[in-house]
């Protein structure tokens, strides 16, 4: 839980400028940056640690493995300047329906698990290529981000743990909720 706060009140202040700065420390960083100065790429991103926690199981370590993986390949469409409609409409959605799937206790078989992420990761991944600065090196930022990422889907997965406490469920479903209202505003502003 002091993880969690550590990292809510480290990002807090950036989360006025949405995402990384242009050329902010090179390309790892600004890539790094991406997923946790934007908050509703960073909702998502715990998301879908907490569900794998929540799931159990292999879904634990695969869902965290899939998003960065799928995501990537989203990356390079939007670096490479292909259309994909309705991007930051998915990117809320994504916050909206993994928040709520928590906050229910949806259970889902492990291949839907895989591929309703794999499909948000696409969205996630096209944003970051897309708002790739030019005049940084695709790799460096590319790995900047997946670190990233990664690191927010290990902060869903300790607060997961708490399900293994007294009422802990109670307080992982009460995050899905906050997940899903944060991904609402979002989606309808």
Not at 17 to 46: Q, S
Not at 68 to 91: N, S
Not at 117 to 140: D, K, N
Request: with cysteine; hydrophobic share 60%.
């Amino acid at each position: 839980m002091k993880a969690l706060l550590s990292l809510v009140l480290i990002t807090v202040p950036g989360l006025v400028f949405a995402h990384a700065p242009e050329g902010a420390g090179g390309g790892f960083l600004t890539g790094f940056l991406h997923p946790i100065m934007g908050f509703d790429h960073l909702v998502a991103m715990v998301a879908v640690g907490l569900w794998g926690a929540f799931l159990g199981d292999r879904a634990l370590w695969i869902l965290p493995i899939v998003f960065p993986t799928i995501m990537a390949v989203g990356a390079a469409i939007g670096i490479l300047g292909l259309e994909i409609p309705l991007v930051e409409f998915v990117i809320a959605l994504s916050g909206v329906v993994l928040g709520a799937l928590i906050a229910l206790r949806f259970r889902a078989p492990l291949a839907i698990a895989m591929v309703l992420v794999g499909i948000f990761a696409i969205f996630h991944g096209y944003a970051h290529g897309l708002e790739m600065p030019e005049q940084i090196s695709a790799m460096t930022y590319g790995a900047g981000f997946v670190t990233g990422t990664g690191l927010l889907h290990l902060a869903g997965i300790v607060l997961g743990f708490a399900t293994r406490l007294p009422h802990g469920e109670l307080l992982v479903r009460g995050c899905g909720g906050v997940i899903s209202v944060v991904g609402l505003t979002y989606l309808v502003g």
